[in-house]
């Protein structure tokens, strides 16, 4: 899924500073794409086990999701009529803004390297 205005990222702040990724956000419009894509049943988001994240430089990232905890914030809500629904990221996986930021800026260089004669 491609980071942006549908699907929006949520951070740990230490001293000031986004740090580890806690959550991925699907909008209610996303949700709907990707059931009306075919890709999942309403049911299906909770059995979410992973989600690949498209950066600014197109770098696919995998994230681990943790369906005890998703199913558990989820649960008595129906997820299309309270807001964004969210993902919540595996406790022993560790992303940092930093991380996913460094590899866009690092892959843009590389493409700017490669455009110059």
């Known amino acids: 899924m491609t980071v942006g205005k549908e699907v929006t990222l949520t951070f740990t702040r230490k001293k000031k500073k986004l740090d580890r990724l806690v959550s991925v956000n699907l909008s209610v419009n996303k ?10 049943d309403k049911d299906g988001f909770l059995e979410i086990s992973r989600v690949s994240l498209l950066t600014r430089s197109n770098f696919k990232t995998t994230v681990v999701i943790d ?24 406790e022993s996986q560790y992303i940092s803004r930093d991380d996913l930021y460094v590899l866009s800026r690092k892959n843009r260089q590389t493409y700017e390297k490669e455009l110059r004669p």
């Open 31 to 40: 949700l709907y794409e990707l059931m009306n894509n075919g890709l999942v």
């Open 67 to 90: 369906n005890v905890k998703t199913k558990a914030n989820c649960e008595g809500k129906d997820i299309f009529l309270d807001g964004d629904f969210q993902l919540f990221v595996e």
